[in-house]
T-cell receptor, first 115, second 112 residues
């Protein structure tokens, strides 16, 4: 398996534009997580899905952020409209263990810069 | 909800010395405590984990200890090498489809 695949790897956009980040989890994994990493706040959990169903989105900063998982092999994180403070590395991760007590496999991340 | 605190935020050691990173958690129902290593520009990767029914676990030069009463756990790296230089994150989870919450990270630098 190629691991968790994220796209784009880098995104530079202007304030107010819509940003869509994409993630393909490892085949067979049933839990998917979106994290945001910044120097100041480390790895923050935004939202996670179990069997394609959103379980906890309490980490989503505000209504400008939304996430979907239409099927077991694809998820998106959308920011609309984007703001400079959204600049960060966004990681997607998946795990096979439905109890979430197993290894999380991270993608390589999407580095977002909002000017 | 769960809150994980980690310290120190930075740690510098000489090659061959030991390094210790400490974390505390707030949710007494948490029962799974992994540690992740993130090299510069790379993704976080699991290096060791411990579950609440175990007090200590070792894997070659790394070990993790857990004190459930005090709600803290620690990562110990012995005989440090320059390739151990990275950011280390602790995390905690209740399991049972609950989320994994990370600490803020420790940047470890090992000088030759």
């Amino acid at each position: 398996d190629a691991g968790v695949i994220q796209s784009p790897r880098h995104e530079v956009t202007e304030m107010g534009q819509e940003v869509t980040l994409r993630c393909k989890p490892i085949s067979g994994h049933n839990s998917l997580f979106w994290y945001r990493q910044t120097m100041m706040r480390g790895l923050e959990l935004l939202i996670y899905f179990n069997n394609n169903v959103p379980i906890d989105d309490s980490g989503m900063p505000e209504d400008r952020f939304s996430a979907k998982m239409p099927n077991a092999s694809f998820s998106t994180l959308k920011i609309q409209p984007s703001e400079p403070r959204d600049s960060a590395v966004y990681f997607c991760a998946s795990t096979l263990d439905s109890t979430n007590t197993g290894e999380l496999f991270f993608g390589e991340g999407s580095r977002l810069t909002v000017l | 909800g769960e809150n994980v605190e980690q310290h120190p935020s930075t740690l510098s050691v000489q090659e061959g010395d030991s390094a210790v990173i400490k974390c505390t958690y707030s949710d007494s129902a948490s029962n799974y405590f992994p540690w992740y290593k993130q090299e510069l520009g790379k993704r976080p990767q699991l290096i060791i984990d411990i579950r609440s029914n175990v007090g200590e676990k070792k894997d070659q030069r790394i070990a993790v200890t857990l004190n459930k009463t005090a709600k803290h756990f620690s990562l110990h790296i012995t005989e440090t090498q320059p390739e151990d230089s990275a950011v280390y994150f602790c995390a905690a989870s209740r399991g049972n489809t609950d989320k994994l919450i990370f600490g803020t990270g420790t940047r470890l630098q090992v000088f030759p």
